[in-house]
Every structure is written in structure tokens, then in C-alpha cells.
């Protein structure tokens, strides 16, 4: 019923940006609270970012000033502004819907020279 489907990842080198996406189908998407989490090698899944239906927004310590969370209600589409990017941002990036705990399959970001 609810799928979440992530775009954007890839290679980057240190101090490069990327932009994540995250599609969402079958969620009373404007109601929800939408989410970033990261799960690098060999660690646990880690949250990175939130972004409530009001529009406020939470990040990790690790990441404040260098990422942004943002999202489009018309396309039911949440997105992760990544700058600055740092070896240890090395993850897949997973989209949470908050609504019904709900998580995309994960896209790749590698930041690597």
C-alpha cells in the first residue's frame, strides 16, 4: 500500500553535493512526518533528518549546517539536500514515512576520492 522509493545516490567526492529524492505513493503524505536515516557499513541504522507536517525539521548533530530537508506535498515527494560531503556521510540512505513506519529500499551515497 505505501511505497517509498528513493533516487539520487551515487559517487561524490569530499565537499561535493548531492540531492536525495524519496516518492511516496499510498501515504496521506501531507499529514506525515517524513524522514532521512543512514545505515553505513558494519553500523547501525542512524537517524539523519525529519521534517514534520508543519514544516519544522530535526538533524542529527552530525549533520546540521551541511544538510537540508525539505518537502513538496504536491508531488508527495521528500528530498535531502546534501553539502559538504564528508567520507563518514558513506551510507545508504533510507526514507521513513513517520506515519505508518514505513521505509524505502535505500539509495547509495558514496563519498570517496
Known amino acids: 500500500q505505501v511505497q517509498l522509493v528513493e533516487s539520487g545516490g551515487g559517487l561524490v567526492q569530499p565537499g561535493g553535493s548531492l540531492r536525495l529524492s524519496c516518492a511516496a505513493s499510498g501515504s496521506i503524505f501531507s499529514n506525515n512526518a517524513m524522514g532521512w536515516h543512514r545505515q553505513a557499513p558494519g553500523k547501525e541504522r542512524e537517524f539523519v533528518a525529519i521534517?514534520?507536517?508543519?514544516?519544522?525539521?530535526n538533524y542529527a548533530d552530525s549533520v546540521k549546517g551541511r544538510f537540508t530537508i525539505s518537502r513538496d506535498n504536491a508531488k508527495n515527494t521528500v528530498y535531502l539536500q546534501m553539502n559538504s560531503l564528508k567520507p563518514e556521510d558513506t551510507a545508504v540512505y533510507y526514507c521513513r514515512d513517520w506515519g505508518g513506519d514505513y521505509w524505502g529500499k535505500g539509495t547509495l551515497v558514496t563519498v570517496s576520492s
Open positions: 521534517i514534520r507536517s508543519d514544516g519544522r525539521t
